[in-house]
């Protein structure tokens, strides 16, 4: 080939445009990956630290009654102490533990709605709604 038509195919000009094209589908999916676990992470931790520290605050009280009250009383102030749970999204369940031995277990649940989470739920199908961590504290 001489002339004009050589120069188009030997021209590299829009050949870095063109491997960024096809390659920032990736790397945006890879990102907004690490997000998602990251965000997913911290919520599960921060629900396990709660349910921990929930059941650890209600050893302050000597009945059993008061124990469950003073581990509501406790969730109920989570948002100030864990910032990343939403109160409105976050739902508990407190029972004495009978099987093991007197003592509590304080079970937290976490609505995703609405979360990075949620959002690539809709895109993979992986059916996470909610999380949920518990904790057991014997007397």
Not at 42 to 50: D, G, M, P, R, V
Request: hydrophobic share 45%.
């Amino acid at each position: 080939m001489t002339g004009r038509g050589y120069r188009f195919w030997e021209d590299e000009d829009g050949a870095v445009a063109v491997e960024f094209a096809l390659v920032l589908p990736l790397l945006l999916a890879i990102l907004f990956g690490i997000v998602c676990f990251g965000q997913y992470f911290s919520i599960a931790h921060s629900l396990q630290q709660l349910a921990a520290e929930s059941a650890r605050y209600s050893v302050l009280e000597l009945s059993e009654a008061n124990r469950m009250a003073k581990a509501e009383e406790f969730i109920s102030g989570a948002t100030s102490r864990f910032p990343i749970l939403h109160s409105g999204k976050v739902s508990h369940a407190i029972s004495p533990a009978v099987t093991a031995g007197p003592g509590i277990v304080v079970t937290i649940t976490y609505n995703l709605s609405g979360s990075a989470i949620d959002l690539i739920d809709g895109f993979l199908g992986l059916d996470i709604s909610e999380i949920s961590r518990s904790s057991y504290l014997a007397y």
